[in-house]
């Protein structure tokens, strides 16, 4: 992890976004995660998390489970992450073959005033996951690193987690917070509601 280059949260999610052809779910989890999916290619099949933190991986699990079919993206800071570190071994246990996750790995609170986390010296993030069951995991190199994990990510078989480190720079975005409105767009984004 520490020989990974310090990327940008907002430049790895429009290149994640560029990718996406198939009407491919992203769960954006809170704060700058989600302002920089916004920011990068607002799309129906875009969910924004408010105020929920540490549950972008286990909704994204549900939607991965509820459309088998669909590939499935989440994207969630590493101290969100660190709240819901159980959600790792339930993802491995039930082994979606269509979800991936991308840690981004900053080592800090950031939206609530860059407290440093507990794990941000001295844990693996990448490495818990493998050790959680989840053998498609690994820390991106740099930018074309990332986008080639993405690449098989989209055509793995099993659950992957992607841990990327990123700089300190605030989201680019503003997520329009409205839940009703995040809900029913996403809703017809992956076709299980019609519209009135």
């Given at each position: 992890m520490r020989n990974t280059k310090v990327m940008n949260r907002f430049d790895l999610t429009s290149r994640l976004v560029k990718k996406l052809k198939h009407e491919e779910a992203v769960?954006?989890?809170?704060?700058?995660?989600?302002?920089?999916?916004?920011?990068?290619?607002?799309?129906?099949?875009?969910?924004?998390?408010?105020?929920?933190?540490?549950?972008?991986?286990?909704?994204?699990?549900?939607?991965?489970?509820?459309?088998?079919?669909?590939?499935?993206?989440?994207?969630?800071?590493?101290?969100?992450?660190?709240?819901?570190?159980?959600?790792?071994?339930?993802?491995?246990?039930?082994?979606?073959?269509?979800?991936?996750?991308v840690v981004m790995d900053n080592g800090i609170y950031q939206i609530t005033g860059a407290q440093p986390t507990p794990a941000a010296q001295v844990a693996d993030i990448v490495a818990i996951a493998a050790a959680s069951g989840l053998a498609g995991s690994a820390w991106a190199a740099d930018e074309e690193d990332f986008e080639r994990l993405i690449d098989q990510a989209l055509a793995a078989t099993g659950p992957t987690l992607i841990g990327v480190r990123i700089d300190d720079k605030p989201g680019v975005g503003t997520t329009r917070r409205d839940p009703v409105q995040i809900r029913e767009r996403f809703m017809l984004g992956l076709n299980v509601r019609q519209p009135l």
């Amino acid at each position: 992890m520490r020989n990974t280059k310090v990327m940008n949260r907002f430049d790895l999610t429009s290149r994640l976004v560029k990718k996406l052809k198939h009407e491919e779910a992203v769960i954006g989890g809170i704060g700058n995660t989600n302002f920089d999916l916004w920011a990068a290619g607002h799309r129906p099949q875009n969910f924004y998390m408010l105020g929920s933190m540490g549950l972008g991986f286990p909704i994204a699990l549900g939607v991965a489970l509820a459309q088998p079919e669909r590939r499935v993206f989440a994207l969630e800071g590493d101290g969100s992450l660190l709240m819901q570190l159980g959600s790792l071994t339930t993802i491995a246990a039930l082994s979606p073959k269509n979800l991936t996750m991308v840690v981004m790995d900053n080592g800090i609170y950031q939206i609530t005033g860059a407290q440093p986390t507990p794990a941000a010296q001295v844990a693996d993030i990448v490495a818990i996951a493998a050790a959680s069951g989840l053998a498609g995991s690994a820390w991106a190199a740099d930018e074309e690193d990332f986008e080639r994990l993405i690449d098989q990510a989209l055509a793995a078989t099993g659950p992957t987690l992607i841990g990327v480190r990123i700089d300190d720079k605030p989201g680019v975005g503003t997520t329009r917070r409205d839940p009703v409105q995040i809900r029913e767009r996403f809703m017809l984004g992956l076709n299980v509601r019609q519209p009135l």
